[in-house]
Every structure is written in structure tokens, then in C-alpha cells.
């Protein structure tokens, strides 16, 4: 199996910053996909960024210009850069990565999930 864990979250002031990390282990082969989704209280869990491994992203509209999504292959570690935080950033949020095993059965693993507060 393939575990994520995350940290970085925390609680800071609007228009401040935050840098997620989350490193996966496990019997990897490879990982195609790494990303941040984010669960706000009685909102629907939506994708942040994602990239792929040969570097290709995606952001959510709310979050371009602002986050920035990198990748360490070789540590199989995927980060979250935030800046200019505002309260509607505030959510739980979750890595995910989806790869090849040792296996070489797929898998798609979910971290524990980092609360970040935007709050003054």
C-alpha cells in the first residue's frame, strides 16, 4: 500500500502564506499524479493544483497566481506553495497521488488531510 503524509498546515492571517508538503511511501514504482484538494465545511471537496510527473499542472481558478504546485520525484514528494491566503482559502486539505505499485497494480491513496485557517 501507498500512505501520504502531509504537514505544513496551521493557522495564519489574511494575505499571509503557507507551504504544504506531502511525501508518500510505500511499494512505489511510480506516481503519475500528485495533487491538493481542499473540504470546506459544507462544501464539496474540489482539486487545488495537481501535477503530473513529467510536470504538467492544473490549478483551480481560485488558486492561480496565488498557490504554486511543485514536485520532488526522486522523493516522491509533492508541495503547496500559498500566498496572499484569504479567509475562503479556509479548508481541510488532502494530498493524493495516484501511481503504479511494485505491483504494478494502480493505486490512488489519500492523505490524512492538514486544516489550514485563513482567519485575523
Known amino acids: 500500500q501507498v500512505q501520504l503524509v502531509e504537514s505544513g498546515g496551521g493557522l495564519v492571517q489574511p494575505g499571509g502564506s503557507l507551504r504544504l508538503s506531502c511525501a508518500a511511501s510505500g511499494s512505489i514504482l511510480s506516481i503519475a499524479i500528485m495533487g491538493w484538494y481542499r473540504q470546506a465545511p459544507g462544501k464539496q471537496r474540489e482539486l487545488v493544483a495537481s501535477m503530473s510527473s513529467g510536470g504538467r499542472t492544473n490549478y483551480a481558478d481560485s488558486a492561480k497566481g496565488r498557490f504554486t504546485i511543485s514536485r520532488d520525484n526522486a522523493k516522491n514528494t509533492v508541495y503547496l506553495q500559498m500566498n496572499s491566503l484569504r479567509p475562503e482559502d479556509t479548508a481541510v486539505y488532502y494530498c493524493?497521488?495516484?501511481?503504479?505499485?511494485?505491483?504494478?497494480?494502480?493505486?490512488?491513496?489519500w492523505g490524512q488531510g492538514t486544516q489550514v485557517t485563513v482567519s485575523s
Open positions: 493524493n497521488a495516484i501511481g503504479r505499485a511494485t505491483t504494478h497494480s494502480m493505486f490512488n491513496s
